[in-house]
């Protein structure tokens, strides 16, 4: 079992950043892809991003590509998203995950609790 914890979340204005950060515990998270996704308010949860176990392979979903960046610290068993350029329909509560990667598709397999993230125009 891998127990991951998200921090970071808050509200924004338009055009701003914040930082999400993942911590882990339970397992190291060094043989993982580690991912995220988001739900907002009436949707589906959905895909943001996800990065390989090494850190050199990295997927975004196209609504954030280009504004977000994914990253991990092994050593210290977490990962993070950077969110820059926030846009009001990025406002939803991010979940920090652990699963498998594999022909590119990220499946989840470990969730945390979420963060709520509230960008406002």
């Known amino acids: 079992q891998v127990q991951l914890v998200e921090s970071g979340g808050g509200l924004v204005q338009a055009g701003g950043s914040l930082r999400l950060s993942c911590a882990a515990s339970g397992r190291t998270i060094n043989n993982y892809p580690m991912g995220w996704f988001r739900q907002a308010p009436g949707k589906e949860r959905e895909f943001v991003a996800a990065?390989?176990?090494?850190?050199?392979?990295?997927y975004y979903a196209d609504s954030v590509k280009g504004r977000f960046t994914i990253s991990r610290d092994n050593a210290n068993n977490t990962i993070a998203l950077q969110m820059n350029s926030l846009k009001p329909e990025d406002t939803a509560v991010y979940y920090c995950?652990?699963?498998?990667?594999?022909?590119?598709?990220?499946?989840?397999?470990?969730w945390g609790q979420g963060t709520h993230v509230t960008v406002s125009s």
């Open positions: 995950n652990a699963g498998r990667l594999v022909l590119a598709a990220y499946t989840p397999d470990f």
């Open positions: 990065i390989s176990w090494s850190g050199h392979i990295i």
